[in-house]
């Protein structure tokens, strides 16, 4: 038997081999951006009589949008550098290492711009993040199909399959935002106390402003 055969991997398990990271990352991918709404939906301004409170009392959704942005700035910048480094990349981004640059800063804008949409919406709807997220990823899905479609389509032939897909995906999505169950405000405080207090308040400054009584102690 040839060395060729005794070390032959069977084609299921190679595919597997070669895919298990990038589907790892995926996975890890949906998990970060699944919390990703709920997480910034706990930062939305107070709520006055069902209403967002606004500035200087409340905030917009530009203030937690800050800080997300001092997140990519430490993870993605310092991280990527540091990786970089320890991989052995070079840090030229010129030359033919300008895609790098071009199309990082371009991907960075639509995710900087999808942050700030996903931000307000969530700011917005009382942070539902079951209307959202459905919503955010059902339809980045569908783009996501389109892009390629328009790119590929001179390489590849569409399955039909693909728009029936594209068509349940937008389905579920009204299914969902239909059916997602909204929260009543916070009931307003019922006055008992205040009204249980105000007649010996008002007796009390009632007779503090009687002329007649002061008479009466004098005489």
């Known amino acids: 038997m040839s060395t060729e055969q005794q070390t032959s991997i069977p084609p299921f398990e190679a595919f597997m081999n070669k895919m298990l990271i990038p589907i790892l990352f ?19 301004t107070p709520r006055v009589d069902g209403r967002p409170l606004l500035p200087p009392d409340g905030w917009t959704p530009f203030k937690p949008y800050v800080f997300i942005g001092i997140a990519y700035l430490v993870i993605a910048v310092v991280g990527g550098l540091v990786m970089m480094k320890v991989k052995g990349d ?10 790098t640059m071009k199309w990082g800063f371009l991907a960075g804008t639509l995710g900087a711009a999808g942050a700030l949409c996903l931000t307000t ?14 919503i955010v990823f059902g339809g980045a899905v569908s783009v996501t199909a389109i892009v390629s479609v328009i790119r590929l389509h001179d390489f590849s032939n569409v399955s039909p399959l693909l728009w ?3 068509v349940v995906t937008v389905a579920g999505v009204v299914t ?5 169950p909204h929260g009543h405000g916070p009931a307003k405080p019922k006055p008992d106390a205040a009204v249980e207090a105000s007649p010996a308040a008002s007796t009390e400054t009632a007779e503090s402003n009687d002329p007649g009584s002061d008479e009466e102690s004098v005489g």
């Open 26 to 44: 995926a996975i890890g991918t949906a998990l970060f951006w699944g919390c990703y709404g709920p997480t910034i939906g706990n930062a939305q």
């Open 90 to 99: 070079s840090f030229s981004f010129t030359g033919a290492h300008f895609p």
């Open 121 to 134: 919406a969530m700011m917005t709807s009382r942070g539902n993040a079951l209307l959202v997220m459905p």
């Open 164 to 166: 029936i897909g594209m």
């Open 176 to 180: 969902v935002a239909m059916n997602t």
